[in-house]
């Protein structure tokens, strides 16, 4: 939902643009010395660069199992239109979406107005028990690490705090995004129940960019193609 593209908001970002521009104004010397210019990805050419875990730091990236869609943004479609205690849930979720875009000043989704066009649905419902705060399905074929579409359910939360709609919608969207699985560290937003500021952490940042590689500065090792069966996984993120 964003249009401005490398407008570095923090110091790893501010790293990339440079090296971006770097590689830009090296362009021609690119043929002759591939290697001194792929600094994150280890020998090889530009373009069979791979990240790694160690290309963005701090990161927890080894802590789940990332996977990451073939392109950006991702189409949302918010099935409900649901107002609890004065708050609209769709609007804290769409906040809470923003706050990625945000961080890392990439256009990560788009919304569109129904779910045949979409690639992610959004639904909100009452919770019962109250056990669980959210809920994020990922559809991939197995053995691959590409997500062809995603679901999530926000359950309803009287007493969530003024805000923590945003939070929660912040946390599934990193599980949407390929964050399948959650960080250890408290203080991260994809702790397994959020974290207490609702604020995302270079260490959220660093293991998206992780997934998707710097958001196209180095390549990527391409998808298999090989036929897959078609799984998801469920990703539960209970109440604290
Ligand atoms: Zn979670």
Redesign the pocket.
């Known amino acids: 939902m964003i249009r401005q593209k490398c407008r570095p908001q923090n110091r790893n970002l501010r790293q990339s643009c440079a090296l971006e521009s770097i590689m830009v104004s090296l362009r021609p010397l690119v043929l002759f010395l591939p290697l001194s210019i792929v600094g994150c990805a280890g020998p090889g050419s530009a373009s069979t660069a791979v990240c790694g875990p160690d290309s963005f730091v701090p990161n927890y990236s080894t802590e789940v199992n990332l996977k990451r869609w073939e392109s950006l943004p991702i189409r949302v479609y918010f099935q409900t239109d649901t107002n609890t205690g004065g708050v609209n849930i769709e609007n804290e979720s769409r906040q809470g979406f923003d706050d990625w875009e945000a961080a890392l000043s990439q256009n990560l989704w788009t919304e569109v107005s129904s779910a045949a066009s979409a690639n992610l649905v959004v639904r909100v419902q009452a919770s019962s028990p109250q056990s669980t705060l959210a809920e994020t399905t990922i559809y991939f074929f197995s053995g691959q690490n590409i997500i062809t579409r995603a679901e999530m359910v926000i359950y309803t939360w009287p007493s969530l705090p003024t805000g923590g709609y945003a939070g929660t919608a912040a946390?599934?969207l990193g599980?949407a995004l390929g964050i399948n699985g959650?960080s250890s560290n408290v203080a991260d937003i994809?702790y397994?129940t959020g974290n207490a500021t609702d604020l995302l952490t270079q260490n959220d940042l660093n293991t998206i960019r992780t997934a998707y590689c710097g958001f196209g500065l180095l390549k990527t090792a391409p998808p298999s193609r090989a036929a897959g069966v078609l799984v998801s996984e469920k990703?539960s993120?209970p109440a604290p």
């Open positions: 946390h599934e599980h959650h994809m397994f990703i993120c």
